[in-house]
């Protein structure tokens, strides 16, 4: 293994044969190991196979090295390991990228999830937190103190990933996307140098970390600012048959375009265990002012409009509302997806939809609409590296589904229904939601702000260390 290698057996034949990280060793290894104050996990080591693992059961690679770093120092010095002995660097923080971009095949994985620490400044409504945090964990510490930003809507996802390529959620329309919400981040950039990026001090890496994902430098803690957040807050459900699916599609439209900020009204379509189809609308009102009775008449059209099978107003904790479809993402299942967004919903939209839909390969599929718009729309599109603010609404078939043999027809179904709907989109996607599609969809994720995130990516990371990502190529 390497860190045998790396000590000198003095056994040649012996290292040969238990060097089964496929690295062949290197010189720095023991110093580098000895100065860790985390875990590293090698590969053939017992936990090795629960360590490599990430979200998406579809992913299976074999990194020689995982990193388990509890502070920057050691983010720093993995960082110089792993360029010193040229080895392929991914950074881990929740480990939900759909690719698999937080994982490698015999490179390291530098895993930041056991950096944890929160500090909320209730008074200063700031939080500075570590990248290893989940969204559940990050809602609960400040919750404490009745505040939150812009997290998305599955506990488990890192607040990492997840802020760096912009951050949707149910604040969002009314504060603005997850890194919006930035002041400041601690970045270990290429050259292993611990850097603190805000509006004042390296503002174009600020700028690009604000949507350009992990590009230029491997995010420690990031500074947010934070918002107050009702005890409780109404949720309105609405469930419609598939016979009535078409008309509730476009009333949900109708209602989402024109809704208050404070409203944000995500849709899905889903399929029950029997086979029976549904179209399903959740909204609530997020405002942290006036009275329940006048947050529930904001809502209450949704509940009118056509023929729900089944429509209620609930008042549920923001933790409750927050972690609602966590059951639907468990780690460990095979997940794919293709996102684009859209400015509306239009009919030719919604009948190429449904026409796809029906075909869907398990019942476990469904096909989302994620409520964009309001605050995000307001910031400049070349103020931040995020671009695309200008759609409503993002739209993506989810295709989940758990026996190998069954990857093909998961996939293509999701990529064709995603092809029937691309007419009616505005050719943009949020990079989060991009798998491994090539430099063209890169730049349909950045549009106008690609060039500036070249040069950026030139400043900070020339040699492209940080490549495992939606890339941004220097060259
Ligand atoms: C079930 C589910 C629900 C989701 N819901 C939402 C949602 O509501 N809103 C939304 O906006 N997105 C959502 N997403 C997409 C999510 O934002 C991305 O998958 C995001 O990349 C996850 O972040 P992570 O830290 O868990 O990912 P990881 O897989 O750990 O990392 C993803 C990428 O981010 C980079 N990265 C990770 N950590 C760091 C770091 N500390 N410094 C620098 N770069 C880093 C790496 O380049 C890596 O390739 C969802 C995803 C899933 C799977």
Same mark, same amino acid.
């Given at each position: ?341 859209? +400015? ?66 998961? +996939? ?64």
């Amino acid at each position: 293994m390497f860190s045998r290698l790396a000590a000198g057996t003095g056994d040649k034949m012996r290292s040969e044969r238990q060097d089964t990280s496929g690295n062949g060793g290197h010189p720095g290894f023991e110093a580098f190991r000895q100065a860790m104050h985390g875990q590293l996990v090698e590969r053939g080591e017992p936990g090795y196979d629960a360590a490599r693992k990430v979200w998406n059961g579809a992913i299976d690679r074999r990194p020689a090295l995982i990193a388990y770093c509890v502070d920057a120092e050691d983010v720093a010095r993995t960082v110089r390991f792993g360029r010193a002995s040229a080895l392929a660097i991914a950074v881990r923080s929740g480990g939900h990228n759909l690719a698999g971009l937080s994982t490698c095949n015999d490179g390291i994985v530098i895993d930041l999830s056991r950096m944890k620490r929160i500090d909320v400044d209730a008074g200063r409504r700031l939080a500075r937190a570590e990248a290893g945090l989940n969204l559940g964990e990050f809602d609960q510490a400040t919750l404490r103190h009745g505040l939150a930003t812009t997290m998305g809507v599955n506990s488990d996802t890192g607040i990492a990933g997840l802020t760096l390529g912009g951050g949707f959620g149910k604040l969002g329309r009314k504060y603005g996307l997850s890194c919006d919400n930035l002041e400041a981040v601690e970045i270990v950039t290429a050259d292993g140098q611990l850097l603190h990026a805000s509006a004042h001090e390296h503002p174009d890496l600020f700028w690009g970390v604000r949507g350009g994902g992990g590009n230029f430098g491997i995010v420690t803690a990031f500074h947010f600012r934070l918002h107050p957040v009702p005890a409780r807050l109404p949720v309105c459900t609405a469930l419609y048959a598939w016979n009535q699916a078409r008309q509730a599609m476009l009333h949900y439209e109708a209602f989402a375009r024109v809704a208050p900020d404070e409203i944000a009204a995500d849709a899905a379509l889903l399929t029950q265990p029997s086979g029976e189809r549904f179209f399903s609308v959740s909204a609530c009102h997020v405002g942290p002012d006036g009275t329940e009775d006048a947050k529930q008449a904001a809502l209450r059209p949704l509940l009118e409009s056509g023929n729900p099978a089944d429509a209620r107003i609930d008042f549920v904790s923001y933790l409750q509302m927050q972690s609602a479809s966590d059951a639907l993402f468990a780690r460990g299942r095979r997940y794919y997806w293709k996102a684009q967004f859209l +400015r509306q919903i239009v009919a030719g939209a919604v009948d190429a939809i449904l026409d796809a839909y029906a075909r869907a390969p398990s019942p476990a599929c469904l096909l989302v609409f994620q409520h964009v718009g309001g605050a995000i729309a307001r910031v400049p599109d070349a103020a931040t590296a995020y671009a695309n603010r200008s759609a409503d609404f993002d739209c993506f078939p989810l295709a989940i589904w758990d026996d190998p043999a069954d990857d093909d027809k998961h +996939r293509a179904w999701a990529r064709g229904l995603w092809e029937a709907v691309r007419p009616f989109s505005t050719g943009g996607v949020y990079a989060n939601n991009l798998g491994e599609e090539g430099a063209d969809r890169v730049r349909a994720a950045y549009g106008a702000n690609h060039a500036r995130l070249v040069a950026v990516k030139r400043q900070y990371d020339p040699d492209n260390v940080f490549r495992l990502n939606q890339n941004i190529d220097p060259a």
